[in-house]
């Protein structure tokens, strides 16, 4: 059984605190891996190697820091199928998802190439006589990256790309569930020439992340993970003088116009529904039918379920892989058993998995219609294969709906009436729309997150939020007097 230790100082290094967390392959249901879960004491190690090396890395130049990025993107680029392949076997995405998650996260590795130009400040010549002001920005110091399990390539390169090309070190926590693609990348950072100590990877639970929130060194702490875990960590990291972003859960909706076009519709409801077996923070969860389309889109996206392959993410031509545990299958189809007991109507049942490979954690696709807003299977994220359709009369009612949601990470519409997308745009309360797009992730040079329960703390992530977020501003006011002109004046300073 392969050992997965922690990343310090460049190096691999094996954990002491004496405990290990079980790594599973999803798809076949067998513990692969044991990984250390770090004490306090090895946290606070990490920081203090990360503390030493942000140092020297503030200094870097610009244009150097921009060449370990360039270097890092072309090996990431090159060696895509690789990571996709580690992530595949501890998450059990398909392999195309899986490059897909790192080509995404790709993204913000591009984006952060371009770091000279981000961190550009502003300068206003003769503010005052004889006086110029400008503004600089710089970096926090030591960072921290909190990740959840659902992508564990993606989430921790939104944050540490953007965090090492703005000069901090970065202590990532990757979820102990698929800690592989996080000691995958720290290698291909030393590879792409970036000092040792600047990316740190401690693996672990919540005694290490507890020892992260508490560090008097660590200066800010991004997270993306569950509601009530994110609103942990940004009240524990706030109240020790952190800043904090921290990005939660979702229940996102897709409306559908009686006027949209039936087939995109369905087939975006069961891309976005059921990709990565809904383990995904901006899946589709609620269709919100408007009006006559409910029927035939019902209909629609039924007629689809019975041919998507579903098995070992790592074979090609499947189409959705296992769920992330035993555990967690088992809490989705309670869910199904709730909705059915709740009154909703089950058009497809996930819990009949007699055609689905036995020993893996897999449960298949299951469509709900007439589900109700009091439905646990509508108030909670369910993060599984699991649609529901909320059937209503107007758009009003539609908007409504999603706008009395808890969350309000992501939501789409589909249709074709352009007005009636602005005004969906104007009106819905979510951090991330799309216009007949059902995942409307936002490229790397605009910024992600949502609104109400998804996001706690003002600070979207990566792009350029990401950039004000792992950097400080500084203003100085200069006067270079010419010599002679010099007089004591106790007067406050004034522009004019
Ligand atoms: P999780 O909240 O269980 O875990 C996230 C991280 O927090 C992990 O590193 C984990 O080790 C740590 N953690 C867990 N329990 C903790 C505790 N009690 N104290 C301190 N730390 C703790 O989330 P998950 O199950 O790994 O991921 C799925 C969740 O993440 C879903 O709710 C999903 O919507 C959300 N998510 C959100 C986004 C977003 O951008 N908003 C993106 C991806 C995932």
């Known amino acids: 059984m392969t050992h997965i230790a922690h990343w310090i100082g460049g190096a691999e290094r094996a954990g002491t605190s004496g405990r290990v967390g079980p790594v599973f392959n999803p798809a076949t249901g067998e513990q692969t891996a044991e990984v250390d879960l770090a004490s306090t004491a090895e946290v606070a190690e990490a920081v203090a190697v990360a503390k030493a090396a942000a140092k020297g890395w503030r200094s870097a130049s610009l244009s150097k820091r921009s060449a370990v990025l360039f270097k890092f993107r072309e090996l990431l680029a090159e060696r895509t199928g690789e990571l996709a392949a580690i992530i595949t076997a501890e998450h059990g995405k398909v392999l195309a998802d899986a490059a897909g998650e790192v080509a995404r996260g790709l993204e ?26 400008y503004s600089i920005r710089q970096p926090l110091g030591v960072v921290a990256g909190i990740t959840p399990f659902n992508f564990p390539a993606m989430v921790p390169l939104w944050m540490c790309a953007t965090a090492i090309a703005a000069g901090n070190a970065f202590v990532l926590k990757p979820s102990e569930k698929d800690p592989s693609a996080a000691l995958w990348l720290a290698r291909l950072w030393a590879e792409a020439g970036l000092p040792e100590g600047v990316f740190n990877v401690v693996n672990g639970d919540k005694e290490a992340v507890d020892a992260l929130l508490v560090h008097p060194d660590v200066a800010a702490v991004s997270f993306v993970g569950s509601t009530p875990i994110a609103k942990y960590i940004y009240e524990t990291g706030t109240s020790h003088g952190k800043r904090v972003q921290a990005l939660g859960g979702a229940k996102n909706h897709m409306i559908v116009l009686p006027d949209a076009e039936l087939d995109a519709a369905a087939d975006a409801a069961i891309s976005a529904g059921y990709g990565a ?11 919100v039918a408007v009006g006559d389309i409910a029927d035939p889109l019902v209909e629609a996206i039924a007629a689809r379920l019975p041919k998507l392959k579903i098995g070992n993410g790592a074979d090609a031509g499947t189409d959705m892989g296992p769920l992330i545990s035993a555990q967690h299958r088992d809490k989705v189809a309670g869910y199904i058993a709730a909705g059915e007991k709740e009154g909703a109507t089950i058009v497809a049942d996930g819990r009949a998995t007699d055609s689905l490979p036995k020993d893996g954690f897999f449960l298949g696709t299951t469509l709900l ?55 969906f745009q104007f009106d819905v309360n979510a951090g991330m729309v799309g216009v007949n797009v059902p995942i409307p992730v936002p490229v790397a040079y605009y910024s992600f997150g949502g609104w109400k329960a998804s996001l706690f703390g003002d600070s979207h992530m990566y792009g350029p939020d990401g950039i004000q977020f792992f950097t400080r501003g500084k203003v100085v006011t200069s006067r270079w007097p010419d010599p002679g002109t010099s007089a004591i004046d106790l007067g406050f300073p004034q522009t004019r």
């Open 108 to 133: 913000n590795v591009e984006f952060a190439t371009g770091i000279p130009h981000l961190m550009k400040g502003s300068f206003s010549e003769q503010a005052a006589t004889g006086v110029d002001v």
């Open 277 to 287: 077996a809904g383990e995904r923070c901006m899946a589709i969860s609620v269709v």
């Open 369 to 423: 219609d007439n589900v109700t807003p009091s439905m646990t299977v509508y108030t909670d994220e369910i993060f599984g294969p699991v649609l529901s359709v909320v059937r209503v009369e107007t758009y009003a009612e539609a908007v409504e709906l999603v706008n009395n949601n808890e969350y309000g990470n992501g939501t789409a519409i589909f249709t074709r009436d352009g007005g009636a997308a602005r005004q």
